[in-house]
């Protein structure tokens, strides 16, 4: 779009998906096994464009059809800012994938030690487990 051709690629991207979302793109849509923008820009680290969507109404506890939520792939990538976007918007902090792994488990497990610190201070189940018994500790 005008405006946004001599930006860098990232910012070029948002200023498109900015551009998108003006427009009223629907921040509901997703590929069949359910990833949607908002998973997408949560395990890129897109700070911006995850408040532009959370802003526009999107799914904050949408799954993909493992189970994982833009919450837990925002923690498994360690990108705290984005994680506490979504806290601060309302997702579920013990949503789990179908294996029943949560949040705070891949953060603690990926040695992502300040967002294991946000989903603490934000009431994650710090004794949770998965199906097979693995927890943040171990």
Do not use: P
């Not at 904050?60 to 837990?72: C, E, I, P």
């Not at 300040?114 to 199906?131: I, N, P, R, S």
């Amino acid at each position: 779009g005008r405006g946004c051709e001599g930006a860098a690629r990232r910012e070029r991207w948002l200023c498109i998906g900015g551009r998108l979302l003006g427009a009223g793109a629907d921040v509901g849509a997703g590929q069949r096994d359910g990833c949607s923008g908002l998973y997408v820009d949560s395990q890129k680290g897109h700070l911006v464009v995850v408040e532009a969507l959370l802003a526009a109404g999107a799914d904050k506890d949408a799954k993909m059809d493992g189970g994982a939520t833009a919450l837990l792939i925002g923690s498994h990538q360690g990108h705290l800012a984005v994680v506490e976007a979504l806290l601060g918007a309302g997702a579920d902090k013990e949503a789990r994938a179908q294996d029943g792994i949560s949040a705070l488990i891949v953060a603690s497990q990926g040695g992502h030690l300040a967002v294991v610190e946000a989903l603490l201070a934000a009431g994650a189940d710090k004794d949770a487990t998965d199906e097979e018994g693995w927890t943040a500790l171990y």
